[in-house]
C-alpha cells in the first residue's frame, strides 16, 4: 500500500468555523508533511512531523494547527480562517531517514473554501 | 537550499521523445536530484531520482551531467497522460532537520499535442 489517503477532497467553511484536514498512511513512514498549493501556484511547505514530534514549522499562522496523533495519522486542524487561505491543502509522507535518496508521496489534497 | 532553475514551459509532440532540463549551479556533493510531476487536480507524484550516475526506471530516465551542475528529465514517449508540471528538486543526503523538506520552484509545464 503507496496511498497517502486526504479527506475530506472537497471543504467549504466559514472564516468563524473550526474543520480539521485528515491525512493517512501505512507505509510505515515517520516524516509527514502538509503543503499549501494556491491555483498555478508550486506547493508550499507548511509543516514537517518526524516520529510525531513537529520538526519544522515554516512560519505558518497560528490559525492553523497540526497535529499527529500517531505514526500513521496527521491532522491539521483550522480556525478563523480567512479567504485567502482557500487552496488545495497536500499531505505527503517518506521514510524516517530521509537523506535524500529516498521520495515522498502524497495524498491527492483537499480542496479549501473559505467563505 | 540550494535552487534549480527550469524553463516556464515545454511543448512535445505525442509518441515523442522528451527532455526536460534542469539546472542547478550550486548543487552540493551531497545533494540528491529528485524529479516530481503534478498531473493536474492531483497531488505530486514522484517521478525519478538521482545523485551522481543516470537512472533509469519504469516512468523515465535521469540524465546528469559529469559535473552534476545540470541534469535531464527524459520521457522516451510521451503520451497524453504525461501533460503535467514536472519539478526538479535538490534534497541533501545528510540526515535530519531541514533536510526534511521536499521544496517546490516553479516546475517546467510540459504540453504534450495528439
Known amino acids: 500500500d503507496t496511498e497517502v489517503t486526504q479527506t475530506p477532497k472537497h471543504l467549504v467553511m466559514g472564516m468563524t468555523n473550526k474543520k480539521s484536514l485528515k491525512c493517512e498512511q501505512h507505509?510505515?513512514?515517520?516524516?509527514m508533511y502538509w503543503y499549501k498549493q494556491k491555483a498555478k501556484k508550486p506547493p508550499e511547505l507548511m509543516f514537517v512531523?518526524?516520529?510525531?514530534?513537529?520538526?519544522i514549522n515554516e512560519s505558518v499562522p497560528s490559525r492553523f494547527s497540526p497535529e499527529c496523533p500517531n505514526s500513521s495519522l496527521l491532522n491539521l486542524h483550522l480556525h478563523a480562517l480567512q479567504p485567502e487561505d482557500s487552496a488545495l491543502y497536500l499531505c505527503a509522507s517518506s521514510q524516517e531517514q530521509v537523506r535524500g535518496g529516498t521520495e515522498a508521496f502524497f495524498g491527492q489534497g483537499t480542496r479549501l473554501t473559505v467563505v | 537550499d540550494a535552487k534549480t532553475t527550469q524553463p516556464n514551459s515545454m511543448e512535445s509532440n505525442e509518441e515523442e521523445p522528451v527532455h526536460l532540463p534542469c539546472n542547478h549551479s550550486t548543487i552540493s556533493g551531497t545533494d540528491y536530484i529528485h524529479w516530481y510531476r503534478q498531473l493536474p487536480s492531483q497531488g505530486p507524484e514522484y517521478v525519478i531520482h538521482g545523485l551522481t550516475s543516470n537512472v533509469n526506471n519504469r516512468m523515465a530516465s535521469l540524465a546528469i551531467a559529469e559535473d552534476r551542475k545540470s541534469s535531464t528529465l527524459i520521457l522516451h514517449r510521451a503520451t497524453l497522460r504525461d501533460a503535467a508540471v514536472y519539478y526538479c528538486?535538490?534534497?541533501?543526503?545528510?540526515?535530519?532537520?531541514?533536510?526534511?523538506?521536499?521544496?517546490f520552484g516553479k516546475g517546467t509545464l510540459l504540453t504534450v499535442n495528439p
Open positions: 512531523y518526524s516520529y510525531e514530534k513537529l520538526s
Open positions: 507505509m510505515g513512514h515517520r516524516a
Open positions: 528538486i535538490l534534497r541533501d543526503s545528510t540526515g535530519g532537520g531541514s533536510n526534511y523538506k521536499l521544496t
